[in-house]
């Protein structure tokens, strides 16, 4: 069945980087686009980024352009963001999750979440 | 930005009866709309797409409507096992989310 695995969270101090994965299965990694979305403890879902299927095209939130990338390796079948110049308000638990089709970007299925806290 | 404004924020009903969720965006998304139902310590998932296609084993209690600017969620009879959070989603320009709506009894 389609899976999505992320991991790489973890706690890290303000200013500091992380890079997270998401590992997929179960469908042709390199015929879809996926996208990152984070949810802040007790709050609702934010669309992080996402990227085409072919690593060509990619698309950031404005509270994280600049400081996050959004990159693919299709022959791993992984996905993965690079995350810069963290600030407190990047803590959340941050999913990846596949778009329904070329061009169709309702998200399914969806990983099971990997927590970021930032903190000094 | 697309703004989505979902509501109520929260809404209170038994099981067996029906719930009515809306969501509204700050301009025409066409049916470019999914809803996402979310349990505690669970991810999303996709429930509606195209703002009235359910998604592949979603029960046909529930279904949406809409296009444009309104949309709708319906679940025609509540089981205890659909009090959860439930977030719309535009994907026409860009991508946002409503703030969601709490289902509880």
Not at chain 1, 45 to 52: C, F, G, M, Y
Not at chain 2, 12 to 20: H, K, L, N, Y
Not at chain 2, 36 to 61: E, F, V, W
Request: include cysteine; charged fraction near 15%.
């Amino acid at each position: 069945q389609v899976q999505l695995v992320e991991s790489g969270g973890g706690v890290v101090q303000p200013g500091r980087s992380l890079r997270l994965s998401c590992a997929a299965s179960g469908f042709t990694f390199s015929n879809y686009g996926i996208h990152w979305v984070r949810q802040a403890p007790g709050k609702g879902l934010e669309w992080v980024a996402v990227i085409s299927y072919d690593g060509i095209t990619k698309y950031y939130a404005d509270s994280v352009k600049g400081r996050f990338a959004i990159s693919r390796d299709n022959s791993k079948n992984t996905l993965y963001l690079q995350m810069d110049s963290l600030r407190d308000e990047d803590t959340a638990v941050y999913y990846c999750a596949k778009q329904g089709g070329l061009g169709q970007n309702w998200l399914d299925p969806w990983g099971q979440g990997t927590l970021v806290t930032v903190s000094s | 930005e697309i703004v989505m404004t979902q509501s109520p924020a929260t809404l209170s009903v038994s099981p067996g009866e029906r719930a009515t969720l809306s969501c509204r965006a700050s301009q025409s998304v066409s049916s470019n709309l999914a809803w996402y139902q979310q349990k505690p310590g669970q991810a999303p998932r996709l429930l509606i797409y195209g703002a009235s296609t359910r998604a592949t084993g979603i029960p046909a209690r529930f279904s949406g409507s809409g296009s444009g600017t309104e949309f709708t969620l319906t679940i025609s009879s509540l089981q205890s096992e659909d009090f959860a959070v439930y977030y719309c989603q535009q994907y026409h320009n860009y991508y946002t989310f409503g703030q969601g709506t709490k289902l509880e009894i």
